[in-house]
């Protein structure tokens, strides 16, 4: 079994989630795809002062995890399009 899952990798992964509107996705709120199906869960979620709207963290399924992957929130019971985003959400501009 271990070893199954070593070679396959995760099943889920943490991604960057850029709700579409305003409505920010809070803790608990449920990914889906488009069919409806659950994909995951948001871990934390609020507004991005810097990126100018919301902005979460969650973990989805391993196929659904490439950036700019669509998915639904269940914000409130209704969806709303969301999209996977690369982290960080704002570059460093910082000079090492």
Known sequence: ????????GP????????PDGRAPAREGTSVHDASGRT???ITSGGFGPTVGGPI???YVESAQA?????LLLAI?????????VKLPFVP???KR
């Open 1 to 8: 079994m271990i070893q199954r899952q070593l070679e396959q």
């Open 11 to 18: 099943a889920r992964k943490l991604v960057g989630i850029r």
């Open 39 to 41: 994909l995951g869960e």
């Open 56 to 58: 979460a963290l969650g």
């Open 66 to 70: 490439a950036p700019d992957s669509a």
């Open 76 to 84: 409130r019971g209704q969806p709303h399009p969301a999209r996977v």
């Open 92 to 94: 460093h501009r910082y």
